[in-house]
């Protein structure tokens, strides 16, 4: 877990190639910590590798399937792979399991819009900022 958590800290700051060391560090201790697997996903995509970072979350929902950041991050690299339709599949099962999820409702909302479901995005938009959190 400490090597996950200096993981999250370094990629916060920028150091993707120290966060992804710490991940994959976490991920050879206990491979079965689904959140190494995801936050690993998140930093190769921020990284231009969307397969790499679909292989990890697949794997975080192999270990835990009602995991909201998860399907988050696969909604993200589907869509920078272009799978607009898969994307928003993942957006909607981050939001089944957390409905107040104001990242999901605001890449959804972005998903639906890039396909062209106006109406739909806005009401995504909308919630988004209803479920921000607030100071």
Known sequence: MAYNNLGVVQFEQGNTEDAIENYQQSL???????EAHYNLGSVLLQKGHADEA????????????????????LG???????DVERAISHY?????????DSNAHYNLGVALQQKGETERAAREFERARESEPRD
């Not at 679909?54 to 991050?73: F, G, M, T, W, Y």
């Not at 993200?76 to 272009?82: E, G, I, P, R």
């Not at 909607?92 to 107040?100: E, K, N, S, Y």
């Open 28 to 34: 050879r201790l206990h491979f079965e910590y689904p």
């Open 54 to 73: 679909i292989r990890q979350c697949e794997e975080a929902l192999k270990i835990q399937p009602n995991e909201p950041d998860a399907h988050v991050i």
């Open 76 to 82: 993200n690299a589907f869509m920078a792979k272009q």
């Open 92 to 100: 909607q099962q981050a939001l089944t399991l957390r409905p107040d």
